[in-house]
């Protein structure tokens, strides 16, 4: 250990610190830590009393530090989520953290790196081990936690990759306080390695999608430029890889042309968030992915918040997770219709978004005239000659708008009428009477 002063009360001392092998002529010299203190005035007078470490990150060997400063800010993260009732999905690594990559399987330097996802019994498998451990001990207790992320953005076609990640899944879920655990990939669904038997203990499916850049979905500029059939396209390819485990869509965005960094520009000129409107109701699909926007900005410049309450209270009460919902299969006349949404026949309960095609956000901010559409939209029940309660919503407050009674057909078909459409309108289907 050595110890340098390089400061006083009124100047620099020594402007560059080095460290110099003198007398010799070959061999090296390994450091380990720096720290950094203050000399406090009021320390013994035989000897020196020193302040707190200075330096947040001394050691040099950061695999095999977890350091307490940084968990206590966590902890206050965590905290404050907690007492508003939010849920935080972690991501815990980095698949480029140096020291991981290469380190070998011998346990010895290996300067072409690749070492991240090590298998069982390699030395990076045994550290990731213990740092996971002192996670689920350290912040597994916090209700605000929502799962763990291993990586952000691995390879979608890596085994190494999703058998990493499913062993802290098992993990996790043996722990005191168990959590799902996932990882991510950059691209594509992966459905290979999702469904691969190694990836059984991963507790959800989570994918990154841009519109244009990093999407597979055709055409992308017409998704770019129609958000409500960019998530349905989306909602749709999930729905059908039948994973079998909830799905969600971590990064989701319309991005420009210039690529994936940057949010399509003309968005900005859509003030009032129809993007984000048409993007946010199309979850009503049968596809139940969950999405994770990432371009923030628009949202907070122009108060978009309003969207998601409104399709939360619309939404509010929906049981979605009682196994019996499939897609509501809507037969529509009008060419200027679409609609999604899903149903629980058993139940007797529905609930649809209703869109004029025509009204996109793009549509909006170019100035077209966007005309009105009206049509009709028939639904199978499984009830013949049934009367159910059809409850109307304004999709710009998730508030109620009218209610009507109507009766289903002899081949339990029930008929709804929608007239001069401008813009959407969601409903829900009941029993009467209930």
């Known amino acids: 250990m050595a110890r340098i002063l390089i400061v006083d009360d009124e100047r620099d001392i020594i402007d560059n610190l080095s460290l110099i092998l003198e007398n010799t002529t070959g061999g090296a010299a390994y450091v380990d830590e720096v720290a950094l203190y203050e000399v406090l005035r009021d320390g013994p007078p035989d000897g020196v009393r020193l ?15 977890y350091d307490p400063r940084r968990g206590a800010g966590m902890d206050a993260i965590l905290s404050e989520a907690a007492e508003r009732g939010l849920y935080l999905k972690l991501v815990i690594s980095e698949k480029q953290e140096y020291l991981l990559n290469h380190l070998a399987p011998d346990g010895l330097p290996d300067r072409n790196g690749g070492h991240f996802m090590g298998a069982e019994g390699t030395p990076s498998r045994r550290l990731h081990t213990y740092y996971w451990r002192h996670l689920f001990a350290r912040f597994g207790a916090f209700r605000s936690v929502h799962s763990y992320e291993l990586v952000n953005e691995a390879d979608p076609g890596s085994a190494a990759h999703f058998d990493l990640a499913a062993a802290l899944a098992a993990r996790a879920a043996e722990d ?42 055709e055409p992308k500029p017409a998704l770019a430029d129609d958000s409500a059939r960019f998530f349905a396209a989306y909602d749709a390819a999930a729905l059908a890889a039948d994973f079998g485990k909830p799905v969600v869509w971590g990064e989701q965005g319309i991005d420009g042309v210039a690529g994936t960094d940057t949010q399509e520009p003309l968005l900005a000129l859509d003030r009032e968030g129809v993007w984000l409107h048409k993007l946010t109701w199309a979850r009503c699909g049968p596809g139940g992915v969950y999405p994770i926007y990432w371009y923030t900005d628009l949202i907070y410049a122009y108060s978009l918040h309003r969207i998601f309450g409104a399709w939360n209270r619309f939404m509010d009460g929906v049981p979605l ?15 200027g219709l679409r609609v999604w949404g899903q149903k629980d026949t058993e139940a007797g309960k529905a609930h649809l978004w209703i869109d004029n095609r025509h009204h996109t956000w793009r549509s909006v901010v170019d100035g077209r005239a966007i005309p009105v559409v009206s049509g009709t939209v ?57």
């Not at 992966?190 to 597979?216: C, I, M």
């Not at 028939?378 to 508030?399: C, K, N, P, Q, S």
């Not at 109507?406 to 008929?415: A, K, Y």
């Open 51 to 65: 302040g707190p470490q200075l330096l947040r990150s001394p050691r040099f060997n950061s695999h095999l530090t």
């Open 176 to 217: 005191g306080n168990p959590h799902p655990a996932t990882t991510s990939t950059w691209a594509t669904l992966a459905e290979g390695q999702w469904k691969a038997s190694y990836s059984a203990p991963l507790g959800y499916v989570d994918f990154h999608a841009y519109a244009r850049g990093t999407g597979w979905i």
């Open 321 to 335: 997770a009682n196994g019996r919902y499939e897609d509501v299969a809507a037969r529509v006349s009008g060419e």
């Open 378 to 434: 028939e639904i199978e029940m499984g009830r013949a000659h049934a009367t159910f309660l059809v409850t109307w919503y304004d999709t710009r407050t998730g508030e109620v708008t009218r209610t009507e009674d109507l009766q289903t057909d002899e081949g339990g078909v029930l008929v709804l009428v929608v007239s001069s459409l401008a813009t959407d309108v969601a409903l829900q289907i009941a029993p009467a009477g209930r």
